[in-house]
């Protein structure tokens, strides 16, 4: 039976290991956030937030799959794709520097790229620091259009639509839209100058 949207999404939400216990946990946890936000703030009761956070859910949540065949310590599948980037990576220094510094202590930078890429699938879920986290995902972004542009099978403009959306995130921070960052913004909007100094972040 060929895989459907339907069955992969079933499969995703209801697989028996600790990762999909956490991701309901965050998922459950960006609706109280959203409820909370609704019902204190008349201003966020729009189609458009609603619509925002909604996007910035399955954005993140593409960011939290894709951290799934990284979790430490088995770092197979990153290894492959570290291989290929330095094989098809569109500028020589990045395909220089992936063959002689990262490979070679992949025990390190592999638990760094999980990282990164879980603090940017938490961001979004739950709309905390999203600005920060948009730019770490457009970042990630540009390293892989880069690094895969000619990779054989793969269409560069994913990646490019990856950084466009990251960018369109770090433009206008979706964690603002029914989000914690909604609440921060609130709360801190009592001391102007503060809260201007965060903004980037939120």
């Not at 609603?50 to 290894?79: C, D, E, H, S, Y």
């Not at 603090?119 to 970042?139: N, P, Q, T």
């Not at 390293?143 to 560069?156: I, K, V």
């Amino acid at each position: 039976m060929e895989p459907t949207p339907l069955h992969d999404v079933v499969a995703f939400l209801s697989k028996p290991t600790w990762f999909t216990f956490v991701y309901w946990l965050l998922l459950l946890t960006s609706v109280a956030i959203a409820l909370l936000v609704w019902q204190r703030e008349q201003h966020q009761r729009t189609p458009r937030n609603i619509a925002i956070w909604a996007l910035r859910l399955l954005v993140g949540t593409m960011w939290w799959q894709q951290t799934l065949w990284k979790i430490p310590p088995n770092f197979a599948g990153l290894r492959y794709w570290m291989e290929q980037q330095v094989e098809h990576a569109s500028l020589a220094l990045q395909s220089a520097f992936v063959r002689d510094i990262v490979l070679p202590n992949l025990a390190v930078f592999g638990p760094l790229v999980y990282l990164v890429e879980l603090l940017i699938a938490v961001s979004l879920l739950i709309g905390v620091c999203s600005r920060g986290g948009a730019l770490l995902g457009a970042l990630m972004g540009i390293n892989l259009w880069l690094g895969l542009y000619s990779a054989p099978g793969e269409w560069p403009w994913t990646y490019m639509f990856i950084i466009i959306i990251q960018a369109m995130f770090f433009v206008d921070p979706p964690g603002r839209s029914l989000g914690i960052d909604a609440m921060a913004r609130l709360r801190l909007s009592r001391h102007e100058r503060f809260a201007a100094r965060l903004s980037w972040v939120t």
